[in-house]
């Protein structure tokens, strides 16, 4: 994949991440906000529940732009397109799929296997 356009997806999908976090970000607050008022046992679970969902999600955008802003270091350096594990060249249809890849299939798979 030519880095310019690898940059521009990445900027943009950036762009979306960010939003979506601080969207987030911002339901666990009124979560938290929700359970510092809910009164009935019952229904005091739904607030821990959501809030923690919501940190979950937080988590795993907050990691999506730590991979993005890598990769767009990657491009700074010319080391773009390779494995950071091996420097192995990372195929296209890979970094179409998900410009931000670090590493091949194979090493992908590798990984989580354990």
């Avoid at 929700?34 to 009164?39: L, P, S």
């Avoid at 969902?53 to 397109?81: F, H, N, P, Q, W």
């Avoid at 420097?87 to 296209?92: A, N, V």
């Amino acid at each position: 994949m030519d880095p310019e356009q690898a940059r521009e997806r990445l900027l943009s999908e950036r762009t979306e991440v960010k939003a979506l976090l601080k969207d987030t970000e911002q339901a666990a607050d009124e979560d938290r906000s929700a359970d510092a008022e809910v009164g009935d046992q019952v229904d005091a679970a739904q607030p821990l529940t959501a809030e923690g969902m919501d940190e979950s999600i937080a988590d795993t955008l907050r990691d999506r732009v730590a991979a993005i802003d890598r990769a767009l270091v990657r491009i700074e350096k010319g080391t773009y397109g390779l494995s950071v594990r091996s420097g192995t060249p990372i195929p296209d249809g890979r970094l179409e799929a998900d410009p931000a890849a670090e590493l091949t299939v194979e090493e992908a798979a590798a990984e989580d296997r354990g």
